[in-house]
Structure formats: structure tokens, C-alpha cells
């Protein structure tokens, strides 16, 4: 399973957010780079790049922060935020980015979405499906919608999907267990799925619980920011 640590990014700096509210905004490092090379340091491999300010105002906003953590770590980035253009697509992954996640787009112009799947491939591509009560939210989660997790997911598994990061807004940032009945329900849902775990994951345990389901990653924030786990104790899961 990935275990892949999170940085978001406002103005530069790394934070984290509460179910996904700006005003609940927490500073934890003025610089990203820093962070990014402690976990790579720490003998993990995956980083989860998210730029806050991206998904608010609709394009990508952080480039400055996304080229340093590339060029500077070896860390496997995915990154998502703000996400809107080919040309964005096209330059993230000429900057070193894996993998990007697109959410918002891929509700509001899934033609689109859908041929940036066939130019790139699966592989290149996460679903970001960010739930909450089941149904799907976007613009940075301001925005709920009236779309089942499952319909969503089902639409782009026809097209070719393989990767969907799942977000519950409920649980992120609460340090309160992720929702694993939800995880559980759509792996069951769909054969074939490599399905990333994230929010609400609080300990160790939560992690080896979500690794025991069959989930491809988890994405673990404010519990590594908050001392809940120390990233050292997850380079051996």
C-alpha cells in the first residue's frame, strides 16, 4: 500500500485545513520543501501535493512550490488543485509530477476530462472524488452537489479510470478514523478499483485497518502534523 504524506499549500506555506474550510486554516511550515525532504528522509516515497489556493481560484497558482519539491526530492508527487488546461497538465508533468488528481474539472466537463484519460493514459490520471454524505463536492469543497460517490466513479471506470483518491470531507482534518465502510462498500462496488484512502486517518492503526481492506494508498495528514504518528513508523507498513 502507498502511504503517501500530504502537503497543502496556501501562499507558499505548507497547512492543513478542517473539513476543508479556508478560515480553519493551520501554518505548520513556511517551507514545503523542508517538509517534502523530512519524509523523503524518513524512507518514504510517495508525496500528496495539494495547492489550496489552486482549487479556490481555478487554475494552478503554486508552480513556484511544485518545480522545487520536483527537482529537489526524489518523492513519487501527485499532485492536485486548481487543475482547468491541458497546458497545465502537459507542464505539471514536464515539471517532475507523476500523477495529477482532478476533481472539480472532472465533474464540470467530463468530455474533457475523458480525453485527457486517452492522451495520457490511466496511469497519469486520479479521480478525486471528495465526498460528503456520499455525494460528490467541489471547488475546494465550498460546493456540494447532488451526485452519488458511485455513479461518478462508475462513469469514468467505463473510460478507462484505474486510480480514485476518496476524500470525506466529514472526517478530513478531525482526526477521528477514516470512513472505512465507505472504502469497503466502493471496493466491493467496483472490481478492479485502486482506491486511495483520504481523511480522518488518526493513528497507526487506522492505517494498518485501511491496508487490511486492500486500499492502493492512504494520503495521511494532520495526524504526521500533529505528532499522531511518527513518519518514521510508516515506512515499515
Same mark, same amino acid.
Request: proline share 3%; aromatic share 6%; glycine share 10%.
Given at each position: ?7 497543502? $499549500? ?12 479556508? @478560515?480553519?486554516?493551520?501554518? #505548520? ?8 525532504? &523530512? ?6 516515497? #510517495? ?12 487554475? !494552478? ?15 513519487? !508527487? ?25 476533481? &472539480? ?11 485527457? $484519460? ?10 478525486? /472524488? ?5 455525494? $460528490? ?18 462513469? +469514468? ?5 484505474? +486510480? ?18 465507505? #472504502? ?12 486511495? /484512502? &483520504?481523511?480522518?486517518?488518526? &493513528? ?8 487490511? @481492506? ?10 504526521? +502534523? ?6 518514521? /513508523?510508516?515506512?515499515?507498513?
Amino acid at each position: 500500500m502507498r502511504i503517501i504524506p500530504a502537503i497543502d $499549500i496556501i501562499d507558499g506555506k505548507c497547512v492543513r485545513l478542517t473539513q476543508g474550510d479556508y @478560515a480553519q486554516k493551520k501554518i #505548520y511550515n513556511e517551507n514545503p520543501l523542508e517538509v517534502a525532504r &523530512s519524509f523523503e528522509d524518513a524512507g518514504l516515497k #510517495y508525496l500528496h501535493l495539494v495547492d489550496l489556493d489552486g482549487a479556490k481560484a481555478g487554475k !494552478v497558482i503554486n508552480w513556484k512550490v511544485i518545480e522545487t519539491i520536483t527537482s529537489k526530492t526524489g518523492l513519487t !508527487v501527485d499532485f492536485g488543485g486548481g487543475i482547468k488546461t491541458e497546458n497545465e497538465l502537459e507542464k505539471l508533468f514536464s515539471s517532475g509530477v507523476h500523477q495529477v488528481n482532478l476533481g &472539480s474539472i472532472a465533474v464540470k466537463d467530463a468530455p474533457l476530462v475523458k480525453s485527457w $484519460i486517452e492522451k495520457f493514459g490511466p496511469a497519469k490520471i486520479i479521480l478525486s /472524488a471528495d465526498v460528503k454524505n456520499e455525494n $460528490i463536492a467541489i471547488n475546494g469543497w465550498i460546493d456540494n452537489l447532488n451526485l452519488p460517490v458511485s455513479e461518478f466513479i462508475h462513469d +469514468y471506470q467505463m473510460k478507462g479510470i484505474e +486510480y480514485v483518491t476518496c476524500t470525506d470531507i466529514s472526517t478530513d482534518g478531525m482526526l477521528t478514523g477514516p470512513n472505512l465502510n465507505l #472504502y469497503k462498500k466502493l471496493l466491493k462496488q467496483f472490481n478492479g478499483l485502486k482506491l486511495i /484512502a &483520504s481523511g480522518g486517518v488518526s &493513528s497507526i492503526h487506522d492505517v494498518i485497518e485501511l491496508k487490511k @481492506a486492500n486500499l492502493e494508498g492512504v494520503i495521511i495528514g494532520k495526524a504526521i +502534523y500533529e505528532g499522531r504518528i511518527p513518519v518514521e /513508523a510508516l515506512r515499515d507498513i
